[in-house]
């Protein structure tokens, strides 16, 4: 939705929106003619511009234009007439890509517009009960149970925000509140990068410390690499002996070196007669996935031994998330969306790269994406006096 159809229908010029918001002629200019809002300053311009258009008798449908990015710009017809607003049609630009991966905070006003005690999508995973069982949720979480019990190597993959931390967290939760008697490993990964020309890379000897580490955290661990692994794979053994299980859980594995990945092979090879020692699940993005793939030669002994699951996006079970996320707080899902929004945020986070075909649809429907967009969607409805987030307000953001 652009400024200047709504400028027309207002039966105002630019001339007077200057005079009552304070705006620069240029500033105004590029804000109507690309949609950009000034480099500095933008939230008071926002602010003087909304009070302009409701002075001017604004509807809520023509305040959303103050909330339209640049990359969705869009004729008001579709707004002003009353008709109802389409579903966006796929596309994808790095800007709009990089904007939904921006966290974006629910405003105090949008929280009293709908009625919310807090936000229900901060600090909203507190128990294994806040993660919400999608059927790709339960694979990984059994798949992940399974590898700590009997000592499995498994790698976990999702985009960014599809909730690969929280899963390993949720284990952690599990083990605890079951009173298993499993050992988790996890190497700090601070700074890790694939090469030490970025920054530290993970070797095999760190993560002998941080079994050591765990084991014993008073052992004085030996200098020499041979003395070394041979007395992590003593402690394991005992700790096996006493009815223990381990697993190293290692995040940012697609950050691992080459090296790195193929000691793991050895690590999982450490028994105890013909009984496993440890197990060990990999948690990356899908970088991860295409560096075990049967093609990569350097890593072939891993990948053949390495089970790779992925995190699927939310698509279909987007309402029930949603209305898990309420649900845990005693919100109302219906309270806050349309009968349309669902779908429209479905529709919204469906991308074919440029130049693309239909096929080559990828869907972004990841947990933190659709937690950023609906809160962007709130706090512009909130700001546009709208009663729901719908279609129309979910298409304008």
């Known amino acids: 939705m652009s400024l200047a159809p709504v400028f027309d229908a207002l039966g105002i010029s630019q001339a007077q929106v200057r005079r009552d ?57 579709s707004y002003l007439d009353g008709a109802a607003p389409e579903v966006p049609k796929p596309t994808e630009t790095p800007e709009e890509e990089t904007m939904l991966l921006q966290n974006t905070a629910l405003s105090p006003e949008a929280r009293k517009h709908f009625n919310l005690p807090r936000n229900p999508f901060q600090d909203d995973v507190q128990s294994p009960d806040d993660v919400h069982q999608t059927s790709s949720v339960r694979y990984v979480r059994a798949t992940l149970t399974d590898c700590a019990q009997h000592h499995g190597f498994v790698a976990v993959v999702g985009e960014s925000g599809a909730g690969k931390t929280t899963l390993a967290e949720d284990l952690e939760e599990r083990i605890k509140a079951d009173k298993r008697d499993i050992v988790i490993i996890r190497p700090y990964v601070l700074a890790m990068e694939a090469s030490d020309q970025k920054g530290k890379t993970l070797k095999s000897s760190h993560i002998a410390e941080a079994i050591a580490a765990a084991l014993d955290p008073q052992l004085k661990v030996k200098s020499s690499p041979e003395a070394r692994f041979r007395q992590v794979h003593d402690l394991l053994k005992a ?41 060990v699940a990999l948690i990356g993005q899908p970088e991860l996935r295409d560096r075990l793939g049967s093609q990569n030669a350097d890593v072939r002994e891993v990948a053949q031994r390495c089970e790779v699951v992925e995190l699927e996006p939310l698509d279909g079970e987007l309402e029930s998330y949603l209305r898990h996320k309420f649900a845990r707080f005693d919100l109302k899902y219906e309270d806050v969306f349309a009968p349309d929004a669902a779908d429209a945020i479905r529709a919204r986070l469906v991308h074919i790269p440029r130049g693309g075909k239909p096929t080559d649809a990828r869907s972004e429907c990841y947990p933190l994406v659709v937690n950023n967009l609906v809160c962007r969607a709130m706090n512009a409805a909130t700001r546009a006096g709208w009663p729901q987030v719908d279609a129309q307000v979910i298409g304008s953001c």
Do not use: Y
Not at 29 to 41: E, F, K, M
Not at 52 to 57: P, S
């Open 21 to 77: 918001s304070g705006m620069s002629r240029s500033a105004l200019s590029r804000l109507v003619v690309h949609g950009v809002w000034p480099a500095r300053g933008e939230t008071q311009a926002r602010k003087s511009l909304e009070q302009c258009l409701r002075k001017h008798g604004a509807t809520p449908a023509q305040l959303l234009a103050l909330f339209t990015p640049a990359n969705k710009l869009a004729p008001a017809s």
């Open 239 to 279: 700790s096996r002996r006493a009815g223990r299980r381990h697993l190293l859980v290692i995040e940012e594995a697609h950050c691992l070196p080459s090296a790195t990945l193929k000691h793991l092979k050895r690590f999982i090879e450490l028994k105890d007669g013909m009984q496993r020692l440890i197990g």
